[in-house]
Nanobody, 126 residues
Framework: VQLQASGGGVVQAGNSLRLSCTAS????????MGWFRQPPGKEREFVGG????????????YYADSVKGRFTISRDYAKNTMYMEMNSLKAEDTATYYC????????????????WGQGTQVTVSS
């Protein structure tokens, strides 16, 4: 599976961005896809995720508390693309954002995701 993340940029606090993650290559069943971010000088952290296919944990996306109510994850099967709409952005959302995929149930640790996109930079100025 190849993942291509895009949509990052520089925005002012309070504004919005939409990230995209397009999948290509071999297809799997029971796929869970997640968004992670890595702020400068910090560890990579789980932002949210959604079941892509199969029975890997319900249909509702899951969000980290830090983004709940501001970020929305969705998927478009026809385009093989997962999106993350980020609203009310804050300076602390500044990070490199990655999409990732794993076979199996939802998991919030980056170590359990073997497939990664290249990252897209989001910078929020206050």
């Amino acid at each position: 599976v190849q993942l291509q993340a895009s949509g990052g940029g520089v925005v002012q606090a309070g504004n919005s961005l939409r990230l995209s993650c397009t999948a290509s290559g071999r297809t799997f069943v029971n796929v869970y896809m997640g968004w992670f971010r890595q702020p400068p000088g910090k560890e990579r952290e789980f932002v949210g995720g959604i079941r892509w296919s199969g029975n890997t944990g319900g249909d509702s996306p899951y969000y980290a508390d830090s983004v709940k109510g501001r970020f929305t994850i969705s998927r478009d099967y026809a385009k093989n693309t997962m999106y993350m709409e980020m609203n009310s952005l804050k300076a602390e959302d500044t990070a490199t954002y990655y999409c990732a995929a794993r076979i199996g149930r939802a998991n919030y640790s980056s170590r359990y995701y073997p497939y990664w996109g290249q990252g897209t930079q989001v910078t929020v100025s206050s």
